[in-house]
């Protein structure tokens, strides 16, 4: 479904709901939902959202599939560390409080990102947190309003541009210190301990009742998502067969029926899914690619919004097992210009017909997209870490990212890529 498509769909949404926010606040409403430290349930954020909705045909209620879909973008972006507000709520460079005004895309913008961060539970959060949220809370305050920026900056236009202009940094602030903090008193005796206990009570094919309660804790299911997560060498495979096997006796055939194609987006589902993307991966760095394929095809149907990135994976074991078909059908359906699907579609056309008008179309896409990504492929460039967990659009780290689901053995796979990509 094109962008267009879904804000045309998610515009004509509002209109039948008793709130009526406008896509500019529903855009700031969902960084919002973005930076919960744990996910809202789409049945308690869209009430909250939308209030309640009339609907009277069938056309009226897919509008709410085009609201999902719209959510789960906003979502991936938030994770990729894409913060930017949408082009429209830009600050006038000459006189701020033109930009202000009542309805305006830029302070309902700030306002939906300030209702959806009324979630957070500050009672939960340390003396840290509570700081750096307050600090994003103030700057979203400040251009919520004409009467709250002048309040904030009175005539200091450059003041306000430079609030504006940090924005995306009091955004990385929050996200990285609420949701994805580590917790310090975990420590690596810890750490030890806790893996050879492990180690002892997985060993064998016994597995006790008292055991698989103690598993489905959540805190003793983060200690051993987190032991799990850490290993990417075949020694994982026997605790994840085991974990998974007492998640399966909750996520059965017919609660996948039920649930298929918004996995990610139910709380407990998520460490099954993170499981098994785990041992898919651990899979295609062995060699076991076919497998690997297997296991992306299964979660990119249980979550086709992808949150967990299975998509980058996927596209390079396509490419390496010469599945062009596949690869070209995924891409059809997979309506991105992010790098990695462009670096497949290069790989693809490359393929296909050589250094046509079209693959070097994909090239010069290449090159705009990441000025690095050439240079690192083809050894112009290093790159000072293997480890990537974050990355900004067009960052080295992106790169990274790429090359570590397996980008480079893609395009080794490719007879003459390489060289063709360092062509001129």
């Known amino acids: 479904m094109s962008p267009a498509k879904i804000r045309s769909d998610v515009i004509k949404l509002t209109v039948l709901s008793d709130k009526k926010p406008d896509y500019y606040f529903i855009q700031g409403y969902f960084l919002g939902l973005g930076l919960l430290p744990d996910i809202i349930m789409p049945s308690q954020w869209q009430s909250d959202l939308l209030g309640d909705i009339n609907f009277t045909t069938d056309t009226e209620l897919k509008y709410l599939e085009s609201l999902m879909e719209n959510y789960n973008s906003s979502m991936h972006k938030v994770s990729a560390e894409d913060f930017k507000m949408p082009t429209k709520c830009s600050l006038s460079k000459t006189d701020y409080r033109d930009s202000l005004k009542a309805n305006m895309p830029l302070p309902n913008y700030c306002k939906g990102a300030l209702q959806a961060l009324k979630f957070i539970d500050k009672r939960s959060l340390n003396k840290h947190q509570k700081d750096l949220l307050t600090s994003l809370n103030e700057v979203l305050s400040a251009f919520s309003s004409?009467?709250?920026?002048?309040?904030?900056?009175?005539?200091?236009?450059?003041?306000?541009?430079?609030?504006?202009?940090?924005?995306?940094?009091?955004?990385?602030?929050?996200?990285?210190?609420?949701?994805?903090?580590?917790?310090?008193?975990?420590?690596?005796?810890?750490?030890a301990a806790f893996n050879e206990q492990f180690a002892e009570e997985f060993a064998g094919e016994h597995h006790n009742d008292d055991f698989a309660g103690k598993v489905l804790d959540d805190e003793v299911i983060d200690q051993l998502m987190e032991a799990i997560l850490s290993d990417f060498t075949p020694s994982a495979f026997e605790p994840i067969a085991a974990l998974l096997e007492l998640f399966e006796g909750v996520i059965t055939e017919q609660y996948i029926a039920q649930n298929q194609g918004h996995?990610?987006?139910?709380?407990?589902?998520?460490?099954?899914?993170?499981?098994?993307?785990?041992?898919?991966?651990?899979?295609?760095?062995?060699?076991?690619?076919?497998?690997?394929?297997?296991?992306?095809?299964?979660?990119?149907?249980?979550?086709?919004?992808?949150?967990?990135?299975?998509?980058?994976?996927?596209?390079?074991?396509?490419?390496?097992?010469?599945?062009?078909?596949?690869?070209?059908?995924?891409?059809?359906?997979?309506?991105?210009?992010?790098?990695?699907?462009?670096?497949?579609?290069?790989?693809?056309?490359?393929?296909?017909?050589?250094?046509?008008?079209?693959?070097?179309?994909?090239?010069?896409?290449?090159?705009?997209?990441?000025?690095?990504?050439?240079?690192?492929?083809?050894?112009?460039?290093?790159?000072?870490?293997?480890?990537?967990?974050?990355?900004?659009?067009?960052?080295?780290?992106?790169?990274?990212?790429?090359?570590?689901?397996?980008?480079?053995?893609?395009?080794?796979?490719?007879?003459?890529?390489?060289?063709?990509?360092?062509?001129?």
């Open 146 to 191: 004409e009467q709250a920026a002048v309040k904030k900056f009175a005539d200091n236009q450059g003041l306000a541009q430079a609030y504006k202009k940090n924005y995306s940094y009091f955004v990385a602030d929050v996200l990285y210190s609420v949701r994805f903090i580590e917790d310090p008193s975990w420590t690596d005796e810890d750490e």
């Open 263 to 424: 996995f990610w987006l139910i709380h407990e589902t998520r460490p099954y899914m993170m499981l098994r993307a785990h041992r898919a991966q651990i899979n295609a760095l062995q060699g076991n690619i076919q497998y690997a394929i297997d296991e992306f095809e299964a979660l990119w149907q249980l979550n086709p919004m992808d949150n967990q990135a299975n998509r980058h994976w996927l596209m390079n074991c396509y490419v390496i097992k010469g599945q062009w078909q596949k690869l070209d059908a995924f891409l059809a359906d997979f309506d991105s210009e992010e790098l990695h699907a462009t670096a497949s579609r290069a790989l693809s056309e490359f393929h296909k017909h050589g250094d046509s008008s079209k693959a070097k179309q994909y090239k010069k896409q290449l090159k705009q997209l990441n000025k690095h990504f050439i240079k690192i492929l083809t050894g112009q460039e290093k790159l000072k870490s293997e480890e990537f967990h974050f990355y900004s659009p067009g960052s080295k780290e992106e790169v990274g990212i790429y090359l570590n689901s397996l980008g480079k053995q893609a395009w080794i796979a490719t007879e003459g890529s390489l060289f063709w990509l360092r062509k001129k």
